[in-house]
Nanobody, 124 residues
Framework: QVQLVESGGGLVQAGGSLRISCEAS????????ITWFRQAPGKERQFVAT????????YYADSVKGRFTISRDNPKNTVYLKMNSLKPEDTAVYYC?????????????????WGQGTQVTVSS
C-alpha cells in the first residue's frame, strides 16, 4: 500500500512560481509512474503532467507546457511539479496519483493510489 502526500501549495500572484511535492511511503516508489492532476471548483479533473518510473519520460498538458516541469527524486520518494509563470486559471486543487508501470500512463488508465491534494491559488 502506497500513501501519497502532497505539499507546497499556497497563494501566489500571477506570474509567480511555486513548487509542489508528492511524497510517497509504504511501497517501492521507483516502480510507479506518477501523474499530477488538478481540479478547479465546478470543473472536471484535468491531467497536468506525468513522469515515468525512472524519470526518463515526461509529458504535459498543452495548457502547462513550457511553464511547468515535473521531476522525481526516487531516493527521496518524491515527485515535484515546478510551476512558473502562473496564471489565475491554474488555480485548483492539485493531486498526485501513482500507477505501477514502467511507462508513462495513457489517458484513461486507472491509478492505484491517490493523494489528498494541495490547494494552489493564483491571484490576478
Amino acid at each position: 500500500q502506497v500513501q501519497l502526500v502532497e505539499s507546497g501549495g499556497g497563494l501566489v500572484q500571477a506570474g509567480g512560481s511555486l513548487r509542489i511535492s508528492c511524497e510517497a511511503s509504504g511501497g517501492t516508489f521507483s516502480s510507479y509512474a506518477i501523474t499530477w492532476f488538478r481540479q478547479a471548483p465546478g470543473k472536471e479533473r484535468q491531467f497536468v503532467a506525468t513522469i515515468s518510473w525512472i524519470g526518463s519520460s515526461a509529458y504535459y498538458a498543452d495548457s502547462v507546457k513550457g511553464r511547468f516541469t515535473i521531476s522525481r527524486d526516487n531516493p527521496k520518494n518524491t515527485v515535484y511539479l515546478k510551476m512558473n509563470s502562473l496564471k489565475p486559471e491554474d488555480t485548483a486543487v492539485y493531486y498526485c496519483a501513482a500507477v505501477r508501470s514502467a511507462v508513462v500512463p495513457a489517458p484513461g488508465d486507472e491509478y492505484d493510489f491517490w493523494g489528498q491534494g494541495t490547494q494552489v491559488t493564483v491571484s490576478s
